[in-house]
């Protein structure tokens, strides 16, 4: 009797297991990066100071071609407010808007050249801010719209969130960049460790979109920082890489 009880504890134990694994990978599926980055985070007590999604469009603009870009750019986006700037053979065209009711800022720039030959262009799409949204899956995919609306095509989205640890937690650096690789069901593919600071690049299955290494395929970079005794520890998670310094 005794043997089929702790059989069927097992078999229980097994199936529920199985269940929960389930649950995760289809709550996993159901989320943005950003969501899933996000959730990584706070599961792994950082608290989350800041966030940015951006994307880019390279292009080929004449110095004629840019100024008329930068013309319907003015016209479609009224609400932004624009500067033009110019440093040596490099002009940009920035413009800046505030919602104010979600604390949250959007650039758009355009930047060119204006050599004769090998002309380079781009267009730069940001979204950032310091607080909590409502929802990080809508934010997500608001701005995947958007990014749309002014790219007209498909781009690769860079987000990253920036955060830090309790600075009266008792942090190994490494233990922890290795926990945060496990919630994102990632491996490492580079990886820089010094004693207070640690950077990994890493591969996970959960984002389609990836880049190249000079060896390998990543989407995932995690980099912590501290601060030395009585200081915070910062935290910076990237998909697929982070743009922002560290």
Not at 39 to 66: P, Y
Not at 117 to 133: A, D, F, I, K
Not at 165 to 189: G, T, Y
Request: hydrophobic share 40%.
């Amino acid at each position: 009797m005794k043997k089929k009880q702790v059989s069927y504890a097992i078999i229980v134990s097994v199936v529920l297991s199985f269940v929960i694994a389930v649950f995760h990978t289809i709550h996993a599926s159901e989320l943005t990066p950003l969501a899933q980055i996000a959730e990584g985070m706070e599961r792994q007590n950082v608290s989350i100071d800041k966030w940015t999604l951006h994307a880019k469009q390279n292009m080929s603009l004449t110095e004629k071609e840019f100024y008329q870009k930068v013309q319907r750019l003015k016209s479609e986006y009224r609400q932004y407010n624009w500067v033009l700037a110019q440093e040596d053979q490099i002009v940009k065209a920035i413009g800046t808007y505030t919602d104010k009711k979600n604390h949250t800022s959007f650039k758009l720039q355009l930047v060119t050249t204006l050599k004769k030959h090998n002309l380079t262009s781009y267009l730069l799409y940001e979204q950032m801010s310091l607080e909590t949204p409502i929802s990080w899956n809508d934010t997500y995919e608001q701005f995947e719209r958007q990014a749309l609306g002014i790219f007209q095509e498909k781009v690769v989205i860079f987000t990253c969130l920036n955060g830090h640890l309790d600075d009266n937690m008792d942090i190994v650096l490494q233990k922890k960049a290795n926990q945060l690789l496990n919630e994102f069901q990632a491996r490492s593919v580079e990886h820089v460790v010094e004693p207070s600071f640690v950077s990994i690049s890493a591969y996970t299955d959960e984002w389609k979109e990836s880049i190249m290494t000079s060896e390998h395929k990543m989407n995932l970079q995690i980099a912590l920082r501290s601060a030395g005794m009585g200081g915070k520890h910062i935290v910076t998670v990237g998909t697929p890489i982070v743009t922002t310094e560290y």
